[in-house]
Structures are given as structure tokens and as C-alpha cells.
């Protein structure tokens, strides 16, 4: 079962191959379809009556206190996770969270003051919290922990749902617009370790037996083959994008709130996003609980599994092989932590404009903060670039770049809240990337102003 809890912890980006949805830039560009899935009054800054949102990704993998190209190396053709490099920075507590999206199709239409907008997409999202004991025991083996005991047990879970949201928003007035969403969940998969979980670890200093306490329950649907624990193999494709996981028994649903505000030059914009979301799981179960205390003999069991440098999709827990946990199919529920969006943009001048948000996200039941600073300028009436600075809490500060081009009435977004690990690994999957294409349809909704991203339906309203 270690390999599970490792997988949890730290191969969240190979769990999550390739795409990652929390991209920072998005919020802040007024005018954009990919706006709109933070605020759904957004909708009043589209610049047509009726806009038409096509596919898109979007990716975002964070790794605190750590550098990506110094935890992956090569071995034999393959990806593997340096533990050795992870141990020497590890904190006494870390966090890993991976988001991402694959966005389908959607569909917004404004009509005097009202807009209603309606879209599909897939979502997953993957964090957890691991102390260095984990990782210590994983690189070196339990020789270090002579005569003590330690704690291992993560928290965290990796989660993929398939999300279809039907807005309204109304304009009260040519400044101000409110919405709401509702949203419907359709859960995919899911790997879950239940909090208040222990896992504790003692290695005898006289005869180095080992001593495992363990009270840890691990929830999974749609993700785990199990047989017993020498025969667990996971059947995990958080990317599957199937129209039947939407009438499955794993559902759920969320709201989404925001407010927008046009002031000419200025625009605000407030929103929560993921409002009481949860999934009630009922379907394809596989819960496993381990309880009790067991006692091994021998020097240093994980040495000769766990090296230096092992592959996440190999490792096998030797300790546990030896008594089997309690199954269970019944149903649970898991929560998605809300986020909170506060910024605008001001137009400085006709071509440049500057804009700033905070951004408030739940990780692990705590509210972080993220900061972006952005500006913008617009290259020709059609094309517009961007460089965007971004902070988030542990995370070491990184600068974005991006692109938005509208040619005739098509839209195209390409944003990297890290083109610097970009440049620097070529990967990515680990760079922020969101890309994204809507076509603007119909009559145009209003005057654009200076920024082109006024209130489409202003003269209406005066």
C-alpha cells in the first residue's frame, strides 16, 4: 500500500501525465471566454452577443521548495524520482498540488441585460502533505531512525471529474453585473486518504525490529485492481473523457458566484468559485483500511527497495505484505476546497494596461494566498502580449508570459504562469500552461471602449 501513498505524494505528475487548472492570468482578461469560467458575470465582457467556446487545456503543476529538473533523472529510458535530491530539501512538512483541465465545449449568449451561459469540461486536481520522515525513510532506508519512532501517514487525494455548468448573470446597471452557477459533477476517479490517518514506524535499537502502528483508511473509486496486497495495481486514468461517467453514481454539485465592474479605464472583478462542491462516490469502491500493530524482525527491510532513485510505478511496500487490510465497498464523499478571485485591470493607455489579482485557494483545508502582477500591450488591433509575475505561498516566484489574438472572430489564449521552468526543463507539464480557442458570433453586443473589454450591452442601459 506504500506504493499508493507515494503515488499520492509524490507522483502526481506521472499519475497526471501531460495536462494540468489554475492558471492566474485567465481571471484577469476582461473580454475572454477562458474569463468567464472564474466569474460567471464575465459574460457581460464578451465583446458578440453570442460567443462559442471551443477546446482548450489548461495545466498547473506546484511543488513546494523543490526544483523540478534537480527530482527527475534518467535511468534505463525512463522517468524516474530522485529521493536522494528529495530528502536533502525536503521541510519537516511539504506539499505537492497538481490541477488541470481539458475544457470542451461552451456556449455564452447576452440579451439586453441578461447573459446565460453554459459550458462542459473535465477536471482534476491532485494535492497532498507529507512530512520528510516519509521521505528519509523512502531514500535511506529506516537505518537512520534507530530507537526512534516516526510518523508516515500523508494526507492528500487525487481527484478527476467531468463538470457541466449553466450560468446567469444579470447587468444592473452599464456598470455593474452579477451571476451564479450552477455546476454538475460527475466523478471520474478518485484516490483518497481519509484525514486523521497514523502510520508510525519504530525501529528497536537493540535487535532493529520494527514496530508498525498503523489507524489509515484509504478510499478509492475507478482507480484500484485489487486482489491482495501482493496483487494491487492501479487502473487510474484521471484524463478519460467518457460521456457515461456523467450518469454514473459518483455525483455531485457546486456554485459558483462573481461580480464584474466597469469603471471605462478600470474594471474589477470578484468571484468563489467551487462553492460547497463535493462528490458523493457510490459506484466501483475500493476502500482499505489498516489497522493494529505488527512487529517485523530484520535489519533494514526497505534498503535494498527503495534506493536512491526508484520508479513510482515499481515500488512495492515489503512491510505490509504481510497481513492484509480490512476492504470495503460502502460510499464516502470527498469536498473541493473553494477559491476566491479579488482584481482588475486599468487601462494606462490605449495600447497598455496594467492589472493585478489575489487569489485565494483551499489546500488541505487552508485557505493560501496567490499573487499576480500583470501588464499588457496591445501589438496591433488584433494582438495583444503579456508578461504576468506570480507568488504563491511556499512557491518560489516565477514570471508568465501571454498571448491573446482575436483575427477576425476568432479567439485564441495561450498563457505559462512559468515560462521560466519552462525554458529551463522544456516540460510542459510543469510550466503552467493554459492554451485556448472560442469563436465570437452575431451581432456585436456594444461599444468595446479603449480596452475593448467594456460592457457589451452598454448603450442599452443608459
Request: with cysteine; net charge negative.
Amino acid at each position: 500500500m506504500m506504493r499508493a501513498l507515494l503515488s499520492i505524494v509524490l507522483g502526481l505528475s506521472p499519475l497526471c501525465t501531460g495536462l494540468t487548472a489554475q492558471n492566474l492570468t485567465a481571471p484577469l482578461l476582461a473580454g475572454s471566454w477562458q474569463s468567464t469560467y472564474h466569474n460567471p458575470a464575465m459574460v457581460h465582457f464578451l465583446p458578440q452577443r453570442v460567443t462559442l467556446g471551443l477546446p482548450g487545456v489548461a495545466n498547473d503543476l506546484r511543488l513546494q521548495n523543490l526544483q523540478y529538473g534537480d527530482l527527475f533523472v534518467e535511468e534505463n529510458g525512463r522517468r524516474v524520482l530522485d529521493f536522494m535530491e528529495l530528502a536533502r530539501v525536503a521541510n519537516e512538512q511539504n506539499t505537492v498540488q497538481d490541477v488541470y483541465g481539458i475544457e470542451t465545449l461552451g456556449l455564452a449568449v447576452q440579451a439586453g441585460r441578461l447573459g446565460l451561459s453554459i459550458y462542459h469540461r473535465l477536471r482534476a486536481q491532485g494535492e497532498a502533505e507529507y512530512g520528510r520522515d516519509l521521505v528519509e525513510l523512502v531514500a535511506r532506508g529506516n537505518a537512520p531512525f534507530i530507537g526512534q519512532t516516526v510518523e508516515l501517514a500523508p494526507r492528500g487525494q487525487v481527484i478527476s471529474f467531468q463538470e457541466v455548468g449553466l450560468g446567469v448573470s444579470y447587468a444592473l446597471s452599464d456598470k455593474i453585473a452579477i451571476g451564479g452557477r450552477l455546476k454538475y459533477l460527475a466523478g471520474t476517479s478518485n484516490i483518497q486518504v481519509v484525514n486523521g490517518g497514523s502510520l508510525r514506524l519504530r525501529t528497536g535499537a537493540e535487535n532493529y525490529a520494527l514496530t508498525l502502528e498503523q489507524e489509515l483508511t484509504v478510499n478509492t473509486s475507478n482507480a484500484l485492481v485489487y486482489e491482495s496486497l501482493d496483487s494491487v495495481s492501479f487502473d487510474y486514468n484521471p484524463s478519460r473523457l467518457a460521456l457515461g461517467d456523467l450518469a454514473t453514481g459518483n455525483t455531485g454539485l457546486a456554485f459558483d458566484l462573481g461580480v464584474a465592474v466597469n469603471l471605462d479605464r478600470l474594471r474589477l472583478t470578484a468571484s468563489v468559485v467551487d462553492l460547497g462542491a463535493s462528490i458523493d462516490w457510490r459506484d466501483d469502491i475500493t476502500s482499505l483500511r489498516f489497522t493494529g500493530t505488527d512487529v517485523f524482525t530484520g535489519l533494514d527491510l526497505l534498503e535494498n527497495l527503495l534506493r536512491d532513485t526508484v520508479s513510482l510505478e515499481t515500488a512495492v511496500d515489503s512491510l505490509l505484505l504481510t497481513y492484509e487490510p480490512e476492504r470495503s465497498s460502502e460510499g464516502y464523499t470527498t469536498e473541493i476546497g473553494p477559491s476566491f478571485y479579488v482584481g482588475g485591470e486599468y487601462d494606462i493607455t490605449d495600447a497598455f494596461t496594467t492589472g493585478a489579482m489575489l487569489v485565494l485557494e483551499d489546500r488541505l483545508g487552508k485557505l493560501q494566498p496567490a499573487v499576480v502582477f500583470m501588464g499588457r500591450y496591445a501589438i496591433t488591433e488584433w494582438l495583444r502580449m503579456g508578461v504576468n509575475v506570480n507568488y504563491r505561498a511556499d512557491i518560489r516566484t516565477n514570471v508568465g508570459l501571454h498571448l491573446y489574438a482575436t483575427p477576425g472572430r476568432v479567439q485564441i489564449f495561450a498563457s505559462s504562469d512559468k515560462f521560466i521552468t519552462l525554458l529551463s526543463t522544456g516540460n510542459t507539464s510543469l510550466a503552467g500552461v493554459r492554451l485556448g480557442l472560442a469563436l465570437a458570433l452575431g451581432q456585436r453586443a456594444g461599444p468595446l471602449g479603449r480596452s475593448r473589454s467594456s460592457f457589451a450591452s452598454l448603450p442599452e442601459y443608459r
